[in-house]
């Protein structure tokens, strides 16, 4: 009887809060859902590469909570980086792999940033408010195995 009681309560827990997230809004987005058409979140490259496809966007944080009528201190930080990792032939999502940012400023600055999995991609919040071209470097390790993704991304 008491492992009855203690396996409802768990179950009725969990089902309070994957409820309470279903729904949850994230800025305008469902959490597992990214608007192409909402202009404050751009794919800013889409890349192939030893059997993986990687799709990069960007999220101007300040854009999209002024669109909210809400205005957020983000510690310094513009925007949100997301990399989605896909497998090349089944196009299943990665979510088991450990993703790193370093971020090349238009005035030679640099910085690095840690991504957490989130909404089936990989994401964090980093600094591009200056105008000019930056240099975007992405470590992905996947297992074992290494994957670095170079390209450059103009802020206008």
Do not use: W
Request: hydrophobic residues 45%.
């Amino acid at each position: 009887m008491k492992k009855f009681y203690l396996l409802s309560v768990v179950l009725g827990a969990l089902l309070i809060y994957s409820i309470s997230f279903a729904g949850m809004d994230m800025g305008g987005m469902k959490m597992g859902e990214m608007k192409s058409s909402d202009m404050a979140v751009k794919n800013i490259k889409n890349v192939t590469s030893r059997g993986y496809k990687f799709e990069f966007n960007l999220i101007d944080m300040k854009m999209k909570m002024k669109k909210k009528g809400m205005e957020m201190d983000m510690g310094g930080m513009s925007h949100h980086l997301m990399v989605f990792v896909k497998d090349e032939k089944s196009g299943a999502k990665i979510t088991d792999a450990k993703v790193k940012f370093k971020i090349f400023a238009p005035n030679g600055d640099e910085s690095q940033a840690m991504a957490m999995l989130m909404n089936g991609g990989y994401g964090a919040d980093v600094n591009m408010s200056e105008k000019g071209k930056y240099g975007i470097a992405c470590m992905v390790k996947i297992g074992d195995k290494k994957e670095l993704v170079k390209f450059n991304y103009v802020i206008k």
